[in-house]
Structure formats: C-alpha cells, structure tokens
C-alpha cells in the first residue's frame, strides 16, 4: 500500500500572512491524521516562511503517523532532527534562497557527503530519504550512501502529464525499477495532483509514500480537508476496489 503523507507547509504559511494562530498548525496535523492521512511532512527553512522551528518541536509531541523532516541537511536541519527524532528525514539539495525544491540530488558528486549525513541520521533512529531525479546514473551512487529510500521528483512528471502522460511516467518507471533491484524503498513527491497521481500509481504499484501539499491544499478550499484527503487516499487505493 503506498502511503500519502500531507505537507502542511502551506497551513503555516497561511497563518504567517496575519500573525497569530489562525490557521493552528497543529491542530491541522492532527485533524489530517484523523481524516485519513498517513504521515505529515514539514520542511522547515531557515527563513521560517512557513513551518517554524516551534512547529516542528509542537508536532514531534503529537504526530501519530509518520513524521517526515525534510530539507538541506545544514547544522541547523541536523539539530533538528537530532531533536525531533522524526520516522524519517527526507534530504533535499536546495539552498535556502529557492522558492521550491526544484532539483534532486547529485549522488555521484556528493556521495561521501550524504553517506556521512545519513551514517549520522540512522544514529537518531530515523529512516532516511534522497530527492532523486529520474537518471537512472544516480541510482547506485545513492544505494552506496546507505539511504533507506530516495524519493522521486516528480515535477518533470506532472509539468509533462498532459501532454504524453505514457511519455511522461516512462523513466519513472525505469529507475523504479532500478531502485527496485538495489533494495531502496521508494517515495514521489513534487506537484502530484488528483490528475496524475493516479497514473504514477497504475505504473509504479509498489511506491512506498507520496508526500502532497501544495495542490492538496489547493483542492481543500473547494471541497473541505477530509474529503480531499479521502480523494487523494482513493487514487492510491484504486487498484484494491
């Protein structure tokens, strides 16, 4: 069964616009894991635009699925993960000015780098995650870091879906498959919708999580937070109706 994971990023940044606690943080994780999510997942920057440092500690405290951190693993996202001791840390190579994760890692290039990083991460009990790009070149290299999963980034996907969706998935389903023979678990995450999510889903059946924000977000204004949550639930659970 593959996961879905909801990235509240976009609640905090909602109650950052006015100050306050309105919309409450936490209370949405946990209204989010009642009405069926299976993990929430923050990313913290170091400018604080949205989830901050507080966040994060508060969650820790009341999450009950999984807690998924992700970021750029600076000294600053390793204390924080030293002290949140999340279910994992998903590793992303953005510095903190970008918008977005917009690329995944390099794992030839920075292959000592992550496996010291990850060597230090499964020391605080925590599963550990690379954004990866669909080259199936980077695939061993991540394997040989140690990391747990990589996560697929999925924006080429979605940008290219309605266009040739067949042409779209078509090396996604190549290096899940790689990463498949190498033993990694395998996440996606970056612009999934209610549109192409479902696709990923029939070609990649054994995706082990999806993380989902922006658009889940998006979707929740026009038909409420539970009933998005089912929907997304539904296009992964598709295969067993």
Same mark, same amino acid.
């Not at 999510?37 to 923050?42: D, E, F, K, L, N």
């Not at 989830?51 to 600076?74: A, C, S």
């Not at 920075?110 to 605080?124: S, T």
């Given at each position: 069964?593959?996961?879905?994971?909801?990235?509240?990023?976009?609640?905090?940044?909602?109650?950052?616009?006015?100050?306050?606690?309105?919309?409450?943080?936490?209370?949405?994780?946990?209204?989010?894991?009642?009405?069926?999510?299976?993990?929430?997942?923050? =990313?913290?920057?170091?400018?604080?635009?949205?989830?901050?440092?507080?966040?994060?500690?508060?969650?820790?405290?009341?999450?009950?699925?999984?807690?998924?951190?992700?970021?750029?693993?600076?000294?600053?996202?390793?204390?924080?993960?030293?002290?949140?001791?999340?279910?994992?840390?998903?590793?992303?190579p953005d510095p903190p000015h970008v918008l977005t994760?917009?690329?995944?890692?390099?794992?030839?290039? =920075?292959?000592?780098?992550?496996?010291?990083?990850?060597?230090?991460? =499964?020391?605080?009990?925590?599963?550990?995650?690379?954004?990866?790009?669909?080259?199936?070149?980077?695939?061993?290299?991540?394997?040989?870091?140690?990391?747990?999963?990589?996560?697929?980034?999925?924006?080429?996907?979605?940008?290219?879906?309605?266009?040739?969706?067949?042409?779209?998935?078509?090396?996604?389903?190549?290096?899940?498959?790689?990463?498949?023979?190498?033993?990694?678990?395998?996440?996606?995450? =970056?612009?999934?919708?209610?549109?192409?999510?479902?696709?990923?889903?029939?070609?990649?059946?054994?995706?082990?999580?999806?993380?989902?924000?922006?658009?889940?977000?998006?979707?929740?204004?026009?038909?409420?937070?539970?009933?998005?949550?089912?929907?997304?639930?539904?296009?992964?659970?598709?295969?067993?109706?």
């Amino acid at each position: 069964m593959t996961k879905l994971s909801v990235n509240i990023n976009k609640i905090a940044t909602i109650r950052n616009a006015r100050g306050g606690n309105n919309p409450d943080v936490v209370q949405v994780a946990l209204d989010a894991e009642k009405f069926g999510s299976q993990g929430i997942t923050v =990313h913290p920057r170091p400018d604080e635009r949205h989830i901050r440092y507080d966040d994060v500690m508060k969650l820790k405290e009341v999450v009950t699925t999984e807690f998924n951190i992700e970021g750029y693993p600076d000294k600053r996202f390793m204390e924080i993960i030293r002290l949140a001791r999340p279910a994992q840390a998903t590793l992303v190579p953005d510095p903190p000015h970008v918008l977005t994760s917009n690329t995944g890692w390099d794992t030839i290039a =920075h292959q000592e780098e992550l496996k010291d990083i990850i060597a230090e991460l =499964h020391e605080y009990g925590t599963r550990t995650s690379i954004f990866i790009n669909p080259d199936k070149k980077y695939f061993e290299p991540a394997k040989l870091t140690g990391t747990d999963r990589v996560e697929l980034y999925t924006e080429p996907y979605a940008s290219n879906f309605h266009k040739n969706k067949q042409e779209a998935v078509k090396p996604y389903v190549e290096v899940a498959k790689i990463a498949k023979e190498l033993g990694l678990g395998l996440n996606a995450g =970056h612009d999934l919708d209610l549109d192409n999510l479902r696709f990923l889903k029939e070609n990649i059946p054994f995706l082990d999580e999806v993380s989902i924000g922006h658009a889940l977000i998006c979707d929740a204004l026009y038909y409420g937070l539970e009933n998005t949550i089912q929907m997304y639930r539904r296009q992964l659970e598709m295969e067993e109706e």
